[in-house]
Nanobody, 124 residues
């Protein structure tokens, strides 16, 4: 497992942008697939985006495709989620998750390392 710490959340107006970061510990981070999930109050956790470990294939939920971009910088042990054209319905706690050799799974159960989450609030 790796230790994950998210940052970059905050309050933004609709139409604005935020970039979330997920910093990981561990020397083998490059062998981990990483995903972002969101959980809004009273709702179940939902898949947002993922990036594989080799090659850098990506996968997005239909609700964010074209607005969000996931990327990774392996030398920095960091995965990013660039969120543009934010909508009030994007408001949620965003969690970063990692799984060894996982390639673009949308299932939370495939990831065994989770961060503490970062709050994103989009005002209308």
């Amino acid at each position: 497992q790796v230790q994950l710490v998210e940052s970059g959340g905050g309050l933004v107006q609709a139409g604005g942008s935020l970039r979330l970061s997920c910093a990981a510990s561990g020397r083998t981070f490059s062998r981990y697939g990483v995903a972002w999930f969101q959980q809004a109050p009273g709702k179940e956790r939902e898949f947002v985006a993922s990036i594989g470990w080799i090659p850098f294939t990506t996968n997005y939920a239909p609700s964010v495709k074209g607005r969000f971009t996931i990327s990774r910088d392996n030398p920095k042990n960091t995965v990013y989620l660039q969120m543009n054209s934010l909508k009030p319905e994007d408001t949620a706690v965003y969690y970063c998750a990692a799984g060894y050799s996982i390639n673009n799974s949308r299932l939370g159960r495939d990831y065994d390392s989770w961060g503490q989450g970062t709050q994103v609030t989009v005002s209308s």
